[in-house]
């Protein structure tokens, strides 16, 4: 079954580092998400992106906060200057269309990658 | 402000009863509510979606139940089993992307 892969599985950084954590999305899918879970807390959405250029963000996608797809197959994000508060689980997904209506629009997960700010 | 609200964090169930996991929200125009699975180590895997103009969706021994008047849906699991104990993501849907809740732990025990 085709998944989402995510790296690294966790990372701790000092704070004020950039980050990039990496995703490869299924392949014939054509949006790509980001969202993160900060720990005890709810999954939130980040930012997603289509057709090069993102396409929804919400509050917690700052200046700080930036996504690229390099190549054919990675999707990234990159934290420029970590902050203590960026400590979480920050999980990939993709889906073969938007997300409007039920059934085939569900997006797939990667399974995370934890980020510890110290 | 919590669009999705799952009160539970955690619910204890004896294997081969049945669970009931509830979701309430506040955002009146989501078109479409998902279940998301998550096991430790892993990320959410879809589970069962309901549209906002049904108010029942089953798969198996999953049934999702919409009440829109009450801004409330549950997921029913019936008969439980050991392998259902993860936490569950309860996801309203609609024109700005998925909002989820907090999730609630589900233990089976034996």
């Known amino acids: 079954e085709p998944e989402v892969t995510q790296t690294p599985s966790h990372q701790v950084t000092q704070m004020g580092q950039e980050v990039i954590l990496r995703c490869v999305p299924i392949?014939?899918?054509?949006?790509f998400y980001w969202y993160r879970q900060i720990l005890g807390q709810k999954v939130e959405f980040l930012v997603s992106?289509?057709?090069?250029?993102?396409?929804?963000k919400s509050e917690i996608f700052d200046d700080q906060f930036s996504v690229e797809r390099p190549d054919g197959s990675n999707f990234t994000l990159k934290i420029r200057s970590t902050k203590l508060e960026d400590s979480a689980m920050y999980f990939c997904?993709?889906?073969?269309?938007?997300?409007?209506?039920?059934?085939?629009?569900?997006?797939?997960f990667g399974a995370g990658s934890r980020l510890t700010v110290l | 402000d919590q669009q999705v609200k799952q009160n539970s964090p955690s619910l204890s169930v004896q294997e081969g009863r049945i669970s009931i996991l509830n979701c309430d929200y506040t955002?009146?125009?989501?078109?479409?509510f998902l279940w998301y699975k998550k096991y430790p180590a892993e990320g959410p895997t879809f589970l069962i979606s309901?549209?906002?103009?049904?108010d029942k969706n089953e798969d198996g021994r999953f049934t999702v139940f919409l009440n829109k008047s009450a801004k409330h849906l549950s997921l029913h699991i019936v008969p439980s089993q050991p392998g259902d104990s993860a936490v569950y993501f309860c996801?309203?849907?609609?024109?700005?992307?998925?909002?989820f809740g907090k999730g609630t732990h589900l233990i089976i025990q034996p």
């Open positions: 997904a993709s889906s073969e269309r938007f997300l409007v209506g039920v059934g085939a629009n569900v997006l797939t």
């Open positions: 392949s014939n899918h054509l949006y």
């Open positions: 992106f289509y057709n090069n250029e993102i396409s929804e």
């Open positions: 955002n009146s125009m989501f078109d479409y």
């Open positions: 309901i549209s906002s103009i049904k």
């Open positions: 996801a309203g849907g609609g024109a700005d992307g998925l909002t």
